[in-house]
């Protein structure tokens, strides 16, 4: 899997001041980063990726730039039960101006585990370990509401983490967001507050390319390091039998069997296939993907 990104920040204005309280004009700071990520199963249960970044950042007139890799992997345990870490920001250092000295990214370590504890609710904690600060816990969830919509996805989020509380006061360790979610296209939206600097408030456009370009009839598998393209009807209905033998032979309980059927729902959906059986076992004919 390939991808790319791009992000940036800006402060606008900002009053500059004297020692004396006088204000002598105003000047603004920024950063953009330039994303290029790469991803592929290593095994049956196992993915790994790595992202190549290139940053550069400004203050009023003086600029730097910087090259960082992030790299991390998934293990999934179980259909429910997921175990990950990431290695962030391995790279050069980033100066300001000709004279400044390059200052270290922040680099650091994250392990964490997310559990699918039905259809509906997924919950997720994870340890941050900065080379430069201190240890922080991170908890979130995420619960799947029904959209208005037929074939929208709703999501409602909510995290708390320890790291910001000692020096942006309680309130920051709480945030709140949602997304939405619809073919080929979703958004996100994320709220929390800041400490003195009042609320933050993160919004990101997502755009699913394979989506946009698969042929709704066809899909495109890997098989013996070849690349096959065949019916996706066909496909579904092999994964189906693959589902049912699954379940008979290794006694699934009805929340992994919900957790694989949602994926095969929402892989086969987009394809034009007719997903009625799995829906069906899902809770019902008429029961949208989630």
């Given at each position: ?39 592929r199963t290593l095994k049956n249960k196992l993915r790994a990726g790595a992202s190549f970044k290139i940053i550069r950042e ?233």
């Amino acid at each position: 899997m390939i991808g790319a990104g791009l992000g940036g920040l800006s402060t606008g204005d900002i009053e500059r001041g004297n020692k004396y309280g006088y204000t002598e004009g105003y000047y603004s700071a920024g950063d953009l980063v330039l994303i290029g990520s790469y991803a592929r199963t290593l095994k049956n249960k196992l993915r790994a990726g790595a992202s190549f970044k290139i940053i550069r950042e400004r203050i009023e007139s003086e600029s730097g730039q910087a090259f960082a890799l992030d790299a991390g992997a998934v293990y999934e345990r179980s259909p429910r039960l997921k175990f990950g870490a990431t290695l962030r920001n391995l790279g050069t250092g980033l100066a300001l101006g000709e004279a400044g000295t390059p200052g270290g990214l922040p680099m650091g370590l994250r392990a964490g585990a997310a559990l699918q504890y039905n259809k509906d609710l997924l919950l997720t904690s994870d340890i941050s370990l900065p080379f430069d600060d201190s240890l922080g816990l991170h908890f979130g969830a995420e619960y799947i509401y029904p959209a208005p919509v037929k074939g929208a996805r709703l999501a409602l989020r909510g995290g708390f983490k320890t790291a910001a509380m000692g020096y942006l006061g309680a309130m920051a360790a709480i945030s709140l967001g949602f997304g939405v979610e619809t073919g080929a296209l979703g958004v996100d939206y994320a709220l929390s507050p800041y400490g003195d600097l009042g609320m933050t408030h993160r919004l990101s456009l997502k755009i699913k390319f394979d989506s946009l370009t698969a042929k709704q009839d066809q899909i495109t598998l890997e098989k013996n390091g070849k690349k096959v393209t065949r019916a996706a009807a066909d496909v579904y209905a092999e994964t189906m039998q693959w589902f049912r033998a699954k379940t008979e032979a290794e006694k699934l309980g009805r929340a992994e069997q919900e957790t694989l059927l949602k994926r095969i729902i929402e892989k086969f959906s987009p394809l034009g296939v007719d997903v009625s059986e799995a829906k069906k076992q899902l809770g019902g004919p008429d029961a949208p993907p989630r």
